[in-house]
């Protein structure tokens, strides 16, 4: 069974969307998600120019071995855009062999280890009661788990709080990257968020009790001892995990962190290979995964990382952003249903139009994802469909510092 095509999709159905389609020379098509939210052209051009040339012809059948012929092959290693690239590769792949197998890609990774995933949702608001209006719209919707984000006294405009239609549930897209150029701006201060946060999570808790599973997602804007002073604070609120509460390029950073306080600690979305994960995981820095099978080189690489994290008592986590295409997503679910260190699984639910232009056979019920039991993937591409939504510049947001100096991400 040969690769016989490898053509790529840009599609924007409420955000943009690179898709790879394998065709195998029997006639099995395999899907992979390349999205690089903001420089999506960018992994469509590597695919298209340097990658679909070297597929052709090849068996289809040799994942390990085509991953290691693109990771080692090509000089050049790492980084989002090759690793993007190659997770396309990787997951068609998957959804050939699972096609051809007549089996969905968990029953090849071992079958599943549970029932289903524990998901959870993104509650957000502009004020303490559209914060507890969102929280309980997300309980109705059947979320067990949910990640809160707030709006913070002095800071103008803040990633990741939505508009309230949506942080209420309605199909809209959540943290939309702005479409047109420039990308929006947003400010930071950091004094002014650490003094707000911990007063929230005391009034979420007082409402909600003690077992809600809480997390909150930092988005790198911290300096280690910041982060430090942020998770002591949170402390008595017993979060679920704070995520990303610096930047993680500099992994010592987080020892700062785990000097001063016990809250669980999730980092690693935009990381791309073991090596970014290395030191994290040997000396305990963090608990959770957040890597993504899009931006981490395919299922292949995330199997092989999470076993890896096992030895040390950490468990997954994986990036769910809508960004994150429905076939990515599928990836991981089929994943996290068959490693045995699954912790939970970040849903931000794709839009009406996302979902029309992919069909998935995964399921979110009672808080439960599931992948489905449809051979591969579980998703097809209505290409038909996606051709009316043709690629639009968008960008997530920079955030300045009053004085006009650029912050982190
Ligand atoms: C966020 C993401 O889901 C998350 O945890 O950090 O929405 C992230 O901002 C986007 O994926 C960036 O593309
Ligand atoms: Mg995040």
């Known amino acids: 069974m040969n690769i016989a095509s490898a053509e790529v999709c840009v599609t924007s159905p409420s955000r943009n969307f690179v898709t790879l389609k394998l065709t195998t020379d029997d006639g099995i098509t395999g899907l992979g998600d390349a999205t690089l939210n903001g420089r999506e052209q960018a992994v469509a051009a590597y695919l298209r120019e340097h990658v679909a040339s070297l597929l052709v012809g090849q068996d289809a059948h040799r994942i390990e071995d085509t991953w290691q012929y693109l990771y080692r092959g090509a000089y050049w290693r790492g980084g989002p855009v090759t690793m993007a690239a190659i997770a396309a590769v990787d997951m068609a792949l998957w959804d050939i062999k699972g096609k051809a197998a007549g089996l969905p890609l968990y029953q090849l990774l071992g079958g599943a280890s549970r029932s289903g995933l524990l998901a959870y949702g993104h509650a957000s608001g502009g004020s303490p009661q559209s914060l507890s209006e969102s929280i309980h719209a ?16 002095g800071i103008r405009a803040l990633y990741g709080v939505a508009e309230q239609r949506q942080a209420t549930g309605e199909r809209y897209d959540y943290e939309p990257a702005g479409r047109g150029v420039p990308p929006p701006e947003e400010d930071w201060d950091s004094a002014a968020y650490l003094r707000h946060v911990p007063s929230v999570f005391e009034r979420v808790r007082e409402e909600f009790g003690a077992e809600l599973p809480l997390l909150h997602d930092v988005h790198h804007r911290l300096t280690p001892i910041e982060a430090a002073k942020l998770a002591q604070r949170l402390e008595p609120y017993d979060l679920f995990w704070l995520e990303d509460c610096t930047p993680a390029e500099n992994p010592q950073g987080l020892r700062i962190v785990r000097q001063h306080s ?31 099978a899009t931006h981490f080189g395919g299922v292949t ?96 947001p920079v955030s300045r510092l009053k004085d006009g100096t650029m912050h982190d991400w």
């Not at 997300?138 to 006294?153: D, F």
């Not at 290979?273 to 000396?283: A, G, N, R």
């Open 262 to 292: 016990t809250t669980p600690l999730a980092i690693g979305e935009v990381f791309n290979t073991v090596w970014d994960f290395q030191q994290l995981i040997t000396e305990q820095l963090i608990d959770y995964i957040r890597a993504s």
């Open 301 to 396: 690489p995330l199997r092989k990382l999470i076993d890896f994290a096992a030895l040390h008592q950490i468990r997954s986590g994986f990036h769910g952003p809508t960004d994150v295409s429905p076939v990515g997503f599928a990836a991981q679910l089929h994943v996290g249903l068959a490693i045995h260190n699954f912790g939970i699984q970040e849903y931000m639910e794709h839009s009406e139009a996302t979902n029309s232009v992919f069909r998935q056979s995964m399921t979110f019920r009672d808080g439960m994802l599931h992948p489905g039991e449809t051979p591969g993937l579980g998703v097809e591409l209505d290409e038909k469909a996606a051709a009316a939504f043709p690629y639009q510049p968008a960008y997530l």
């Open 138 to 153: 997300h309980i109705e919707r059947g979320y067990r788990a949910v990640r809160v984000q707030t709006a913070v006294p």
